[in-house]
């Protein structure tokens, strides 16, 4: 038996998410997004949350449902304003809602530092715009860098396609987006599966999230969704 | 001596295909969300070119139709697209690595303004009301090895959006090397910008529309 734990339904899986925690969410917009976990998150009630994702939801599923369930203090994210966004967009422009905006790379490194054990790294990004301004700033072998600092969740919430029951994860094509890096970046990280298949049955050659990041692990339905410019 | 290889203004289709004809065959190249986009569609057959997806993967094919539509198989754009033989997916923390890290040959993006010093203002126009929204505009700016702008020369209103000094919000410092317009072609850079090619215009007339120094 290893420490992750496969649970039976959503809600064990999402249980004990405390008011005013950092979650992590994984997905590019509706891609890896943990749809099911989030519906969960919404049943449990936690609310004052500081959300840390690429983007701030898309019409009214999944973050943009728990957005509009104003349990979201704070988002932090690269990519807010979408064609479908108009559920963060409405709680911005009322005042509802923090946002800060992170280049999307930092936004991953930042992640992957915090999982990673870094303290803080030089990046090249943003330095001279206003998104560097106030940062620290270092010129290396002249090159100029803004000094950025690890973002950590309290929990990650990401879709993985596939888990073992060691909670070794594989994900299925641009799915995978933030979903490796969050994982490593939570204290507790809680993945959704479309399929959780015995311990050795995955090759370990091809396993993309080692279990020691993933504490629980919940199958859930293959979802079918629209995406933005489908023809 | 410049080139005026056409009598008109381009197309966005035909500055695509003068865009197509300047990447390096086998380059690793990543095409920025809009109009950058239709570069793929006029690579020679056989270049060799892997496109890049900033969501995570290498040898990105074109868009998907019909049945091809799979909900996790987007680019960076969120439209679905189609995956070709030798394509790999990786996670952001990767994917931004390939580009920090200076691995990736071309990006070509989109731009509001680019100055001759090759500053580049493409993420927020800095509207009291816009919500700002930079995705991965700023690690894009200065990640590859090759930054080109692939815009009209002139906005709506007629003004020049190559400009002595951006007046919009930066997305990244010195980090553009060509700038492809509807008009002309410039190099830009520390030694300000070089017309290499026009199109359907003298540089006589160019130099009186824009307000910098050409050389």
Redesign the interface.
């Known amino acids: 038996m290893s420490r992750t734990e496969v649970l039976e339904s959503v809600d064990a899986a999402v249980a004990g998410i405390e008011d005013g925690s950092t979650v992590l969410v994984g997905g590019?917009?509706?891609?890896?997004m943990p749809f099911d976990l989030i519906d969960g998150l919404i049943r449990q009630g936690a609310t004052d949350l500081t959300i840390v994702s690429?983007n701030a939801g898309n019409g009214e599923v999944g973050l943009a449902a728990l957005l509009k369930a104003g349990r979201v203090r704070k988002v932090l994210c690269?990519?807010?304003?979408?064609s479908d966004s108009y559920v963060f967009?409405e709680l911005?422009?009322t005042g509802r809602i923090e946002?800060e905006?992170?280049?999307?790379?930092?936004?991953?490194?930042r992640?992957?530092a915090a999982g990673a054990g870094i303290g803080a790294f030089f990046?090249?990004?943003?330095?001279?715009?206003?998104?560097g301004e106030g940062k620290e700033q270092r010129t290396i072998d002249g090159r100029?860098y803004v000094l950025e600092y690890p973002i950590k969740g309290d929990y990650a919430l990401i879709g993985a396609h596939r888990a073992d029951e060691m909670g070794n994860l594989v994900?299925?094509?641009?799915?995978?987006?933030?979903?490796?890096?969050m994982a490593t970046a939570a204290a507790t990280t809680i993945a959704q599966v479309t399929e959780v298949v015995p311990t050795g049955s995955l090759d370990p050659e091809a396993v993309?999230t080692p279990g020691i990041f993933v504490d629980r692990v919940v199958r859930v339905d293959a979802r079918?969704?629209?995406?933005?410019?489908?023809? | 001596m410049v080139s005026t290889s056409s009598t008109h203004a381009l197309t966005p289709d035909e500055l695509a295909a003068i865009v197509a004809r300047d990447i390096p065959q086998g380059a690793y190249v990543n095409l920025g969300i809009g109009q950058p986009t239709k570069v793929a569609d006029h690579l020679p057959e056989g270049s060799g070119v892997v496109l890049h997806t900033e969501n995570g993967m290498l040898n990105m094919g074109p868009a998907a139709t019909g049945d091809q539509v799979d909900p996790d198989l987007t680019n960076a754009g969120k439209v679905p697209v189609t995956e070709l033989p030798g394509a790999s997916y990786f996670h952001h923390a990767d994917s931004f690595a390939m580009m920090r890290g200076g691995h990736l040959d071309v990006c070509v993006l989109g731009a509001f303004q680019v100055s001759a010093y090759g500053d580049l203002a493409n993420w927020h126009t800095g509207a009291p009301d816009a919500i700002p929204a930079v995705g991965g505009a700023m690690d894009l700016a200065i990640g590859a090895k090759q930054v080109f702008v692939m815009m009209t020369l002139f906005d709506k209103q007629g003004r020049p959006k190559l400009v002595p000094t951006c007046t919009y919000p930066l997305t990244g410092v010195g980090c553009v090397s060509r700038v492809y317009t509807d008009v002309a072609v410039f190099d830009v850079g520390v030694d300000g910008a070089v017309v290499r090619e026009t199109f359907g215009i003298e540089v006589g007339e160019l130099q009186e529309r824009l307000e910098l120094p050409l050389s």
């Open positions: 590019f917009g509706l891609a890896g690429n690269s990519f807010p304003r979408q967009d911005y422009r946002l905006v992170v280049p999307q790379g930092n936004l991953a490194e992640m992957r990046s090249p990004t943003a330095v001279g715009t206003p998104l100029d994900y299925r094509k641009t799915a995978r987006n933030f979903g490796p890096v993309v079918h969704y629209t995406v933005q410019g489908a023809r």
